[in-house]
């Protein structure tokens, strides 16, 4: 059992950034962020492989937001930067363990509790 710890959320201004991180419990060879706004299905941000550091993104974001690792900690970390108001939602860390080109929550096994971001316009 892996445990996830998400930490960085907050309240922003249109504009803004935020970085957020995610500490694991034990190493995972792949990890995402995904969000979810009231009213709406849970979405994949970014995710990367641990092992290679490949990337992928959620258009709505690409551009304006950055998935980093961490091994040595096992920590991931989202840098959003030119958030807008239609950022603002629950953000979830997720582990896994097999590299996909899509951000499912299929590939997933582990979540955390969330946090959550805020984006004023």
């Known amino acids: 059992q892996v445990q996830l710890v998400e930490s960085g959320g907050g309240s922003v201004q249109a504009g803004g950034s935020l970085r957020l991180s995610c500490a694991a419990s034990?190493?995972?060879?792949?990890m995402a962020w995904f969000r979810q706004a009231p009213g709406k299905e849970r979405e994949g941000v970014a995710s990367?492989?641990?092992?290679?550091?490949?990337?992928n993104y959620a258009d709505s974001v690409k551009g304006r937001f950055t998935i980093s690792r961490d091994n040595a900690k096992n920590t991931v970390y989202l840098q959003m930067n030119s958030l807008k108001p239609e950022d603002s939602a629950m953000y979830y860390c997720?582990?896994?363990?097999?590299?996909?080109?899509?951000?499912?929550?299929?590939?997933?096994?582990?979540w955390g509790q969330g946090t959550q971001v805020t984006v004023a316009s």
């Open positions: 997720a582990a896994g363990y097999h590299w996909a080109r899509v951000i499912s929550e299929l590939g997933f096994v582990y």
């Open positions: 034990g190493s995972m060879s792949r």
């Open positions: 990367i492989y641990t092992v290679d550091g490949s990337t």
